[in-house]
């Protein structure tokens, strides 16, 4: 069992920067890839960023390419996005994940992730 907690979030102007944290409690976090997705309102959730265990493999949705980057610190069982440029249509509610894998490599679906945390808001202003 895999606990995340989500934290980070809030009301930034377009242009702005966040930092998304999310920590995992629970066992062998290191088995774990893990990913951000986000939903914005009325709209389905949506893959923005995954990294796989080790922190060799990461991978990014188009959209954000560029702005975001994605880290892991398997030592303090947390991973990181960090949000640059960002844009009004970067407002929604950011979700991270753990998909468990038998090695280290990722995936971008999101029926693959075993756990998810509850979410942080991130508004951008325009």
């Known amino acids: 069992q895999v606990q995340l907690v989500e934290s980070g979030g809030g009301l930034v102007q377009a242009g702005g920067s966040l930092r998304l944290s999310c920590a995992a409690s629970?066992?062998?976090?290191?088995?774990?890839?893990m990913g951000w997705f986000r939903q914005a309102p009325g709209k389905e959730r949506e893959f923005v960023a995954v990294i796989s265990w080790s922190g060799g493999i990461k991978y990014y949705a188009d959209s954000v390419k560029g702005r975001f980057t994605i880290s892991r610190d398997n030592a303090a069982n947390t991973v990181y996005l960090q949000m640059n440029s960002l844009r009004y249509e970067d407002t929604a509610v950011y979700y991270c994940?753990?998909?468990?894998?038998?090695?280290?490599?990722?995936?971008?679906?999101?029926?693959?992730?075993?756990?998810w945390g509850q979410g942080t808001q991130v508004t951008v202003s325009s």
């Open positions: 994940a753990a998909d468990l894998r038998p090695d280290d490599t990722i995936a971008t679906m999101d029926r693959s992730y075993d756990y």
């Open positions: 629970g066992r062998s976090f290191r088995s774990y890839a």
